[in-house]
């Protein structure tokens, strides 16, 4: 069993490294037109809610279209709980990202590659569909 506060940890490092590496994709559209055009170079999936977002229809809509792509073409996929904390880690350096609902970790290009904490998450999320938990959640802690 995973500790929530280090996968939180992995998460955050994960988002940093594939930030560094330019291997992350900040946005809903951003992320669907990826997921289209280059599905097999999707590594992982993040979404993002708040209660601000909760009743807004068209974005549960976008969610359950990139949950049932994740599912088909075997994407590790995990929510977060509060988007402004993920904007924060994901952000220019204001923190501000108008739509950080979903973001992408694609795989390097050379395939050539070894991310401890990506690897840390694969397997969170592993473990947590073996008890049909298929999109678990993960808290991002404060810096």
Known sequence: IFKMEAIGKSLKEALKSAQCEDRLTVGVYESAKIMNDDPDSVSFCILATDEEWECDIALQIHFTLIQSFCFDNDISIVRVN????????????????????CCLITNPADGSWEDAALEKLHLFCEESRSLNDWVPEITLLER
């Open 82 to 101: 509060d988007m402004q904390r993920l904007a924060e880690i994901v952000g220019d350096k204001t923190g501000q990202f108008e739509d950080a609902h």
